[in-house]
């Protein structure tokens, strides 16, 4: 069965008012052609969604990328169904939005979006837009993570993405067939500009080695594809300063009316535990899975650093970073647990990903001790 084709998971209790949101579906012969389908035809979700209970001035609504706080959402699910728990989704999205952050990404590797279907992708993109715009955050961008192995379903994605109210698409590179690509990396290049040609929403480069078999793009290829008008970011998880820096620097001065609180290619950390330095090195801020927990203290950070008080800065960013080992070592299912022992919610990632045990539950319940406390005292 085509993946575009997939039934929807179950919806949960956030449904009263939500079951009424529809998407055009992109018919695959329309796919490379750089033009959205017809809206005569629907997606697999249009038998219980209709696009009458949205205000479309804020469904698709221009909302630009500044600097700040982004965070990877996670996703959740019933615990005894595995279904998609639209309600505490939307719950976990106005909660970040109320705490300060500058925009939510959805389909990141906080999501699970390797364990989602695309119209369960649809339907969490949608969940947080609405939950957004009901709690009075209809300026708030969202992102969503649109990877895939092809060329062909990354444009899929990012006009799905664009269907459920995403702003954005972040996108990893294709890994699976690397060995075969053109010299150079010229394939990369190729598929970026594709997919950029294509897409109904900008595109922000997410270079994450340990998610593409160890692929790092370097600073001159991030560039080199800067210079595309529907490429407006970059997401550095590789951790590389020095990389950040240069691709912070050269982006700038290739803007003719270079804005500081409003650049025209965003650059940010991939990890809060390198805020600081990615602000020393010209980058614009972050999107990082620990804000998820803790996204008072990821904001306190950059604000300290910004308003001179770098010792103050330094002194929350040591916390910030303990805690962010602990939701490296943990990965998802760490930092639901972490969720579910502080914040009361959080449960477990869909399988095949282990349940934690007690020990481990608890172990990353103390990890994050440190950075919880500070995140009530904020």
Known sequence: MSPHNDAPSPTSSFTAGFNRISFRSTASSSLMTGHLAPVDTHSPLSSSYSSSSLDASTFHMARPLVPGVYVPTMCFFDEDTEDVDTATIAHHAVRLARAGVTGLATQGSNGEAVHLTHSERQLVTATTRKALNDAG??????????????????????????????????????????????????????????????????????????????????????????????????????????????????????????????????????????????????????????????????????????????????????????????????????????????????????????????????KWKEGFRDLVLLEKSL
Request: net charge neutral.
């Open 137 to 362: 955050y209809s300026h708030m961008p969202i992102i969503v993570g649109c990877g895939a192995q092809s060329t062909r379903e990354a444009i899929q994605y990012c006009r799905e993405a664009w269907e459920a109210g995403g702003d954005y698409a972040l996108v990893l590179p294709p890994s699976y067939y690397a060995p075969l690509f053109a010299p150079a990396s010229q394939t990369i290049v190729d598929y970026f500009n594709a997919v950029a040609d294509a897409s109904p929403i900008p595109l922000i480069i997410y270079n994450f080695p340990g998610a593409v078999g160890g692929m790092d793009l370097s600073s001159d290829m991030i560039i080199q594809l800067s210079g595309h008008p529907n490429i407006v970011g970059v997401k550095l998880t590789c951790g590389n300063t020095g990389k950040l820096n240069r691709v912070a620097a050269a982006t700038r001065k290739l803007t003719k009316n270079f804005d500081p609180s409003n650049p025209e290619f965003l650059v940010l950390a991939g990890s809060a535990d390198f805020s600081i330095q990615s602000l020393v090195a010209g980058g614009h801020g972050i999107l990082a899975g620990l804000a998820n927990i803790a996204p008072k203290s990821c904001i306190q950070t950059i604000e300290l650093y910004k308003q001179g008080k770098q010792t103050q800065a330094q002194e929350v960013q040591e916390i910030v970073s303990e805690g962010d080992w602990t939701a490296i070592q943990g990965g998802v299912v760490g930092v639901k647990a972490g969720l579910q022992s502080w914040m009361g919610y959080g449960g477990y990632a869909r399988s095949p990903l282990p349940k934690p045990t007690t020990e481990q539950a608890k």
